[in-house]
């Protein structure tokens, strides 16, 4: 009696936590509305992990990308399709795409899903570098892309064919045009609509076993990106970093030629800083840097010579190159804007220039200090210079030892330092009577 007591209290206790796993279950969701670089890889992967340890029934990735880096998508396809928590890619709101990389994304999902007045597709690779390729490396390219996509499609039970069309013809199609030809699974205008539609049929996942998912009514939790993620995020925008360089560089500089301020060292310091984490996850042409620096050294010598403006020009012109070039991405959304460029050459030649000619002009400028600077001045003899006597200078009275004697009441002009003896000859020049 005992026994079987003990064996109904631990039933009972097992299905009351079953009961409580099931009600605590939930939807991750995240939402990726940027391109797709190292820190949206990060992201997913967080949020997948977080998934797993939570027991959440699935992950919904509300997605609108221009597209991205290979491999940050790579990184995150893998992710999706290693995940012990199925994965949901939605396209949404209406007006969204998920292009290019995004397009990949959405394939790679266990449940693919867009909502109405969206579209997708055009995922032909870039070639990063945006030189001429000849016709064996691009079909080298073409056919990576394409096998890849054929890898995961066709386990997840998708028209193989069509998918490929989009990597190697760059087709896009609109939501009705996906379902239609079978590259996503629902069209849903929202979120519940979607969920409703996914309990009508078994998942497919990437091993091959169905699951049954029921999330009518579960709570969807956002997963918020962390403070790191968003600040690196929107470091990802080359426009930014190429700001953040050329402040940076700027406030180097007037640091160089103006030392004790500080303040400009440490701002400049943590901008260059900041400009190179960011560019060092992201694609970059080192020819590009060099411009910009050969753009910092022809500011420069504008300043101190005189071109009448050549230098400055094509100080602008190697800014505004270095800039646009800056960032070689596959997607002109990941590049330098040549508005950013052109508002950035302009003022920072500008800046710079000045700087430049203050610097210049205090190494040129007599001396205002000091007995150095007494030295051409005008003074009036207080006592007759036999030739030593008094003078009175600069507001103060010296000892003085002219080349001539002179009277009091005569103006002395000084010529030279001696200690604290001023040497000093007559403003004019006797005149010498004929005999």
Do not use: C
Not at 239 to 264: D, Q, S, W
Not at 298 to 322: C, N, P, R, W
């Amino acid at each position: 009696m005992t026994m079987r007591l003990r064996f109904a209290v631990f039933t009972l206790l097992a299905l009351l936590a079953m009961g409580a796993a099931q009600a605590r279950a939930q939807v991750v969701k995240v939402v990726v509305d940027d391109t797709i670089q190292p820190i949206s890889e990060e992201y997913i992967d967080r949020a997948i992990a977080h998934a797993d340890k939570t027991h959440a029934d699935a992950v919904l990735i509300e997605l609108r990308t221009p597209g991205g880096l290979d491999g940050a998508m790579r990184g995150i396809i893998s992710k999706m399709l290693a995940s012990p928590v199925p994965v949901i890619v939605y396209v949404a709101p209406s007006g969204a795409r998920a292009a290019s990389a995004g397009f990949f994304i959405l394939e790679a999902a266990d449940v693919a899903a867009m909502a109405p007045g969206t579209n997708t597709g055009a995922a032909h690779p870039v070639v990063i570098g945006g030189g001429q390729l000849d016709n064996v490396m691009k079909e080298k390219i073409e056919n990576d892309a394409a096998a890849f996509m054929r890898s995961f499609v066709s386990k997840r039970g998708r028209n193989v064919q069509v998918a490929e069309s989009a990597v190697r013809e760059s087709k896009s199609f609109t939501d009705a045009e996906a379902l239609q030809q079978g590259l996503i699974d629902y069209v849903a205008k929202n979120e519940q609509e979607l969920f409703q539609e996914i309990a009508s049929k078994p998942v497919k996942r990437f091993d091959g076993k169905e699951v049954s998912l029921n999330l009518v009514g579960k709570p969807v939790v956002p997963f918020e990106e962390t403070l790191r993620e968003q600040i690196l995020g929107y470091l990802m925008d080359p426009n930014i970093t190429f700001v953040l360089l050329a402040i940076g560089m700027l406030a180097l500089y007037t640091e160089f030629n103006h030392p004790g301020l500080i303040a400009p060292g440490v701002i400049g310091a943590i901008a260059i800083l900041l400009a190179v984490f960011a560019l060092n996850l992201l694609p970059v042409r080192f020819a590009a840097v060099a411009l910009i620096l050969a753009a910092f050294v022809l500011f420069i010598l504008e300043a101190k010579y005189t071109s009448h403006g050549v230098l400055g020009a094509g100080g602008v012109v190697a800014m505004v190159l270095g800039g646009l070039l800056l960032v070689d991405a596959p997607i002109p959304e990941m590049r330098v804007k040549l508005v950013t460029a052109v508002a950035v050459a302009l003022p920072f030649g500008a800046i710079t220039m000045f700087l430049m000619s203050l610097v210049l002009q205090a190494h040129r400028r007599k001396v205002q200090t000091g007995s150095p600077a007494l030295i051409g001045e005008i003074g009036t003899a207080q006592s007759p210079l036999e030739p030593a006597g008094k003078v009175f200078v600069h507001g103060e009275l010296w000892n003085a030892i002219s080349t001539v004697n002179l009277a009091v009441g005569e103006q002395v002009r000084v010529t030279g330092v001696d200690g604290l003896t001023l040497l000093v000859e007559p403003v004019r020049a006797p005149v010498h009577s004929n005999t």
